[in-house]
C-alpha cells in the first residue's frame, strides 16, 4: 500500500508539473505501459528489489520522455520538482541493476560534436557525462551524428548497469528489435583514446577511468 501510494503522489506531480503534455507520454501513456508490463515483471523487480516508482522511471528514460531528464543534467539546468524525482528514483533503480559484463559498449551521440571530442583530447581533457549516459550492447551502425564506441571498466568497477535485464528497450514493439540499453551512472569519467573521421559517421573511441 506504501508502495502504491508512492506511485500514485509521483504520478500526481508529474500531471501538475505537465498538465498539458500527457500527448508525449509524460503520465497517461507511460501508466498504460507500466499497466501492462509491471505484472509480467513482478518477479524480476522482486528479485531486485526495484520499486514501482522506479520502474516508472526506467520506462521514461527508454521513451521519448528521455530527454526531458536528461537535458537539465547535460545542461546544468535546475531541474522542476517532476524531474527530480525521477531522477532520483532512476539514481536508485541503477544502484539496484547488476553491473555490465560487456567489454563494449555503443552509442549514438546526438548531443556533442566530434570537435567537441576533438577539442577535450587536445586538451588532454576526460569526458565526465553528468547525466545517465545510454549506451547498448549492440552496435546497429546507424549513427545520424557521432559513434561513440566504450570500454567500460571490467568486473565491479564500472558505473555502467544492465537496465535490459529488468526491461529491454523495444521488447513489447512486434517486430521491433530490443536495444539491449546500458546506463552509466552520473558524473562517470570518460578518457578518449581515438578518433576515426569517417565520412559519414565520426567514431570516437572512450576508455572509462
Known sequence: ???????????????????????????????VVLDNVYPKKIDILDNYGVTKCEL?????????????IQRPLVFGLKPNSFIKRCIYYFDSLLSKTP?????????????NSVEYYKDLKNKRKHYICASFLTASTDDYDNSRSVKLVIRPKLGCKTKAHDIYRIMNHGEDIKEAIPENQVNFERNTEIEITGIDEKPNIPVVYLNEI
Not at 20 to 31: A, E, H, L, V
Open 99 to 111: 553491473k555490465t559484463s560487456s567489454v563494449v559498449l555503443y552509442r549514438q551521440d546526438h548531443f
Open 1 to 31: 500500500m506504501e508502495q502504491e501510494k508512492e506511485y500514485n503522489d509521483f504520478i500526481a506531480l508529474g500531471r501538475k508539473c505537465y498538465p498539458k503534455q500527457d500527448d508525449k507520454g509524460i503520465t497517461n501513456f507511460n501508466s
Open 56 to 68: 516508472f522511471a526506467l520506462i521514461m528514460m527508454e521513451g521519448f520522455f528521455s530527454e526531458c
